[in-house]
């Protein structure tokens, strides 16, 4: 009775943790604390497969949290967002920098949408994106494929969705801020899987 009981609370445990290949999780640790995300390989298979090759390495250790857009940030007429950017950019900028772009997987085929807590990968140019990542607060349409906050009509990749931790995505947003900088910038202490 006692190896049944020990089985069955050993089994519950192992089911707490991600099991399903096609939506690993991932646990980005900050200072602030603890946000659990869900990844779509099925929608975004190379943005997916780049990203957590990233966290596999290590890369995000000491990354930071270091921009935030709001609605008192943004010049009228931009199409004010919500969101928070993090990676290494400010930490290990010349790594940032020397990684090929990923090819964009736009909204349009991944039927991902920028809604609230979505992830979605940072770019300044159509295939361009790499390390730098940023989480929706409220939906974002201006984000997705033809959305006005798209210079090029591309979008944005989007590529997961915080399943835990939106209280500590709103602390972050919530932090001072020096124009669209947040100051002082918010640690990342690591990114692992789940």
């Known amino acids: 009775m006692r190896i049944l009981l020990c089985g069955l609370f050993l ?3 192992l089911s707490c943790r991600s099991s399903d290949p ?3 999780h ?3 640790q900050t200072q602030a604390g603890d946000i659990e995300v869900e990844l779509y390989p099925l929608q975004a ?3 997916v497969k780049a990203f957590l ?3 596999d390495s290590g890369l995000y250790k000491n990354g930071s949290f270091y921009r935030v857009l709001s609605e008192d940030n943004q010049p009228s007429g931009s199409g004010a967002v919500k969101m928070i950017q993090g990676g290494i950019w400010l930490t290990n900028h010349a790594k940032a920098v020397s990684l090929p772009g990923l090819p964009d997987e736009p909204t349009r085929q991944t039927h991902i949408l920028h809604t609230d807590g979505v992830i979605s990968l940072a770019r300044t140019g159509p295939g361009t994106a790499t390390t730098e990542f940023f989480i929706c607060l409220g939906n974002q349409p201006g984000y997705d494929y033809g959305g006005e906050n798209s210079p090029d ?3 944005y990749t989007a590529f997961g969705k915080v399943v835990k931790g939106m209280d500590v995505v709103k602390a972050i947003y919530s932090d001072p801020e020096n124009g669209q900088s947040l100051y002082p910038t918010v640690p990342i202490m690591s990114i692992t899987r789940l």
Request: net charge positive; charged share 10%.
């Open 22 to 24: 096609n939506k690993p």
């Open 153 to 155: 009509s591309l979008g």
């Open 11 to 13: 089994c519950g445990l």
């Open 45 to 47: 298979p190379k943005t």
């Open 53 to 55: 090759s990233y966290v």
């Open 26 to 28: 991932i646990l980005i």
